[in-house]
């Protein structure tokens, strides 16, 4: 069952050029949206502004050179293994999730552009994107129940909702249902199982003018220009981050030596001892 193609049962009700309409029509709703959400929150607009006010501030001249190594570095840390995550649960949640989503879909693709539309015609294709679908229930639902910060921090009911959450429930309904449905095939809930499988499949794609979906295209974007404006030194107007116990810098700052000495202690984790659960 694992290594056959769920979407060959359809292709004598469906046509397989219906269910190919259907996946330009989602890359369209995601494009529209993403682009609908860059005018209406002015992001590009923005963005775009806050690089040339970062120029304007610049200590130094970031060589090409330079700049390649820090997209290098991007791709590397913030997009392929979500570096910028401090809490490992998080972080491999969010992984789990993010391969999980992306071979999910490509699987599908893969599946459905298939020809001929065989059950056994992409073996390969069929079990990666069970696995696919299992990565993404497994990341996204230890996230939903144990992880969100309103959940385990703030101490509300996992199940209070919000519009915000339209992307996250809508993706892990798309790939529960996805499974239920390929689980079922030529079971009595078969048609239905499918049938809610498509609609929260509608609703990820379609709904990202009104959800997170978008911001997955402005972040590997957002961490390259924060990496420029650390080489550059605008560092975006904050103060730059010191060794206190670097003799220059208590040459630089010489009330450090005189109330802190010249060793400063370690002032301990702060905030960061113990989970935030004081609510």
């Known amino acids: 069952m694992f290594t056959s193609n769920p979407f060959a049962d359809l292709v004598n009700v469906i046509p397989q050029s219906a269910m190919k309409t259907y996946i330009f029509l989602m890359i369209i709703l995601v494009a529209g949206g993403t682009i609908i959400d860059m005018i209406h929150k002015q992001s590009a607009k923005f963005f775009f502004a806050n690089a040339e006010k970062a120029k304007l501030n610049a200590k130094r001249e970031v060589s090409g050179g330079e700049k390649v190594s820090l997209a290098v570095s991007t791709l590397t840390n913030e997009v392929l293994t979500s570096g910028e995550f401090s809490n490992p649960k998080r972080r491999i949640s969010h992984l789990f999730t993010m391969y999980g989503f992306i071979i999910f879909v490509i699987t599908t693709v893969m599946q459905i ?33 144990f992880i969100r910060v309103d959940v385990s921090a703030e101490g509300r009911p996992w199940y209070k909702l919000v519009r915000a959450d339209m992307f996250i429930l809508s993706l892990l309904a798309t790939a529960t249902f996805a499974l239920l449905w390929s689980f079922n095939r030529g079971g009595s809930m ?61 040459a630089l700052f010489p009330d450090i030596p005189e109330y802190m000495g010249k060793n400063p202690e370690n002032m301990g984790l702060g905030i960061k001892r113990e989970a935030p659960k004081h609510y």
């Open 113 to 145: 552009w298939a020809s001929p539309m065989a059950a056994d015609a992409t073996p390969t294709a069929s079990l990666w994107w069970h696995i696919g679908a299992a990565m993404l229930c497994f990341g996204g639902y230890w996230f939903w129940f």
């Open 190 to 250: 078969a048609w239905l199982l499918f049938a809610l499988f498509i609609l929260s499949s509608t609703i990820l794609f379609g709904g990202v003018l009104w959800s997170k979906f978008a911001h997955m295209f402005f972040k590997p974007a957002a961490a390259f220009q924060k990496k420029i404006t650390k080489a550059d030194g605008s560092r975006e107007n904050l103060p730059a981050t010191y060794d206190l116990n670097d003799p220059k810098v208590h």
